[in-house]
């Protein structure tokens, strides 16, 4: 498919089979389907997800209450992670998502209705933990996961600094003298590729690990050990 009408009538037959009369094109709707319910269905049709079509559908909602989105469905590396972040708009704005497959299947992801997502605990705490481990604000609001900097690589940075002074060390010894108290995990790790096991329990500093030092100079700061606290790796 690669004309928008191709997808009205595999969409017609879908609303046909619940009863509906469906007729395209009109007024500004795409689609409408009526029975003898309250509310018409109104679809909106695009080959592929955009702000527009988002648009078109929460302006539908002031004619009806429910309101569909049928678009081709998504394909290649990013279609799983496409669909689902849409459909999760759609589930926020109370519209129905509905995606045609080339033979002319289709699925209906979700319907339209009020949507109250519930809240996490556990990513509310993470946020919130990251928040507080996380030295001065190294961070630009708006950047990429590329160059982040996190609270673990803070504490990865200190440990690197701690080893460029003195060589290398037993985990146990950098903790103290670092005030990270996760050092030897972190080291063993070895996220960043900056750390090396020389012998059981003590590790040194790489090429990468003094190039690091170079690169975050201005990223981090040294810490009391009484502000230290538990450290999760980050995905950059």
Request: aromatic residues 6%; contains cysteine.
């Amino acid at each position: 498919m690669d004309r928008e009408d191709q997808l009205y009538p595999p969409i017609k037959a879908l609303l046909e089979r619940q009863g509906y009369t469906v007729k395209g094109e009109v007024g500004a709707a795409d689609v409408v389907g009526y029975r003898d319910d309250p509310s018409p269905v109104i679809v909106e049709l695009k080959l592929k997800f955009s702000l527009t079509l988002f648009h078109q559908a929460i302006a539908r909602l002031a004619v009806s209450d429910l309101v569909y989105i049928a678009v081709l469905r998504p394909r290649g590396r990013q279609a799983q992670r496409m669909l689902k972040d849409n459909l999760a708009m759609c589930r926020r704005l109370g519209i129905g998502l509905i995606t045609v497959l080339p033979d002319g299947r289709t699925e209906v992801h979700c319907d339209p209705g009020p949507y109250a997502p519930r809240k996490s605990a556990k990513k509310q705490a993470r946020l919130l933990r990251e928040f507080q481990r996380l030295q001065g604000d190294p961070n630009a609001g708006g950047a990429t996961r590329h160059g982040i900097v996190t609270a673990y690589r803070q504490d990865a940075l200190r440990c690197a600094a701690h080893l460029a002074e003195t060589g290398a060390e037993k985990g146990a010894v950098v903790a103290k003298a670092t005030g990270v108290p996760q050092a030897t995990r972190i080291m063993a790790s070895n996220h960043y590729g900056w750390f090396e096991r020389v012998e059981t329990g003590i590790y040194g500093l790489t090429e990468s690990g003094r190039a690091g030092l170079v690169h975050w100079a201005h990223s981090w700061e040294p810490v009391a050990s009484d502000t230290a606290a538990k450290v999760e790796p980050d995905q950059a």
